[in-house]
């Protein structure tokens, strides 16, 4: 079975939120004092996940990766990854997290089976993060991604979001951070996803400019095969060391797209800017049906959803209308 759009997308990768909650409160992804939290009854539990995932395998997707909010809050984060890593046909899996509370947790993860890590970190300078999360927590993420590396996560992908006037000037030092470091860097372009309608185009770091500090520097040449990959990955210095950008805004990718997501609270999304969404959470604590007819509705609602995903995202047309979900509450 596969999960075929209209456009013939195959559907291979399945972004799992586990929570709306953060703790940190990045300005690009919601207000800090945003206090529009999805009610916890409706956040999916380890076994409802783990169930919609072990369907979704069995329509052919073979990666998951759990993000959110932060999905190491969830108390129950290990008994999740080790649900979806014993399942048949385990599906690759890897996790997006702000890193802030991985230091404790990094171990029991890797045992658990998760194999791969991206942490996101936007800046070298603690009261720049300070500025940037409202948060304190630089000095823990530091030691979240030595833990993770202690632990064995491999590859361990670091994720920045480059932003004019706050940390616009560090694509090069972050650089030369990841590589003394052994981890591989990926910028991403800042979407229009946050709660606190903050995004101008004024304000985008493009790819272009990324490219322009990073090659000012470094040669960078680009790798090949990309594939469904959202970045466009550059060899440093004739390589092995890359780098990547995800110019999710000036160079869409969406015509090579094979994501589905989840949310905490069971909806499956075809995009991150859809303004559609397919319930399972209903299908799944529906008690007149039997475990078979929610199996047969969850794989009816993947294929539905998937089924009606458009070409693109169309954030550079005319009428693009937001999504009314912020980042935080899709997973990014
Ligand atoms: N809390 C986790 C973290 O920060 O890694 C996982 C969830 S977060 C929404 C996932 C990724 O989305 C992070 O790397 C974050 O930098 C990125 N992100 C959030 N808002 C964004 C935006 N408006 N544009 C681009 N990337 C964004
Ligand atoms: Fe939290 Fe991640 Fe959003 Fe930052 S990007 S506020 S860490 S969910």
Redesign the pocket.
């Known amino acids: 079975m596969s999960l075929i759009d209209s456009f013939g997308r195959i559907h291979r990768d399945l972004r799992v939120?586990l929570t709306d909650r953060?703790s940190?409160r990045?300005t690009?992804?919601m207000p800090h004092n945003f206090d529009k939290w999805l009610p916890s009854e409706t956040l999916l539990t380890a076994k409802e996940i783990i169930k919609v995932v072990e369907i979704a395998v069995s329509q052919g997707v073979d990666e998951v990766r759990l993000?959110?909010?932060?999905?190491l809050l969830r108390p129950d984060i290990v008994e999740i990854v080790r649900g979806i890593s014993a399942l048949e046909n385990a599906p690759e899996l890897s996790m997006?997290?702000?890193?802030v509370a991985l230091a404790k947790v990094a171990k029991e993860l890797a045992q658990a089976g998760l194999r791969r890590i991206?942490?996101?970190l936007?800046t070298l300078d603690w009261e720049r993060f300070k500025r940037l999360t409202f948060r304190d927590r630089y000095d823990d993420v530091i030691e979240g991604i030595a833990a993770a590396r202690e632990a064995g996560l491999d590859p361990i992908k670091i994720?920045?979001?480059l932003m004019r006037d706050v940390n616009g000037d560090e694509a090069l030092p972050l650089l030369k951070w990841a590589l003394s470091e052994n981890l591989n860097l990926r910028f991403?372009?800042?979407?229009?996803?946050?709660a606190g309608d903050a995004?101008t185009r004024a304000n985008l770091i493009t790819a272009e400019e990324i490219f322009s500090q990073l090659n000012s520097e470094f040669e960078l040449t680009p790798v090949e095969n990309r594939g469904s990959s959202p970045a466009e990955e550059f060899y440093i210095n004739g390589g092995p060391a890359t780098v990547g950008i995800?110019a999710?805004v000036t160079r869409s990718f969406c015509s090579n797209c094979d994501r589905l997501r989840l949310t905490s609270d069971g909806q499956i999304r075809n995009c991150l800017f859809s303004n559609e969404e397919t319930d399972v959470r209903s299908i799944l604590r529906n008690g007149r049906l039997a475990e078979s007819e929610k199996r047969e509705d969850i794989i009816k609602a993947l294929g539905l959803s998937v089924k009606s995903k458009l070409p693109g995202h169309g954030i550079n047309n005319p009428d693009f209308v937001k999504p009314v979900r912020p980042?935080?509450a899709?997973?990014?």
């Open positions: 939120s953060c940190l990045c690009y992804c993000t959110g909010g932060e999905p997006t997290t702000n890193g991206n942490i996101s936007d994720n920045t979001v991403i372009e800042q979407m229009p996803l946050d995004w995800i999710s980042m935080s899709i997973g990014g």
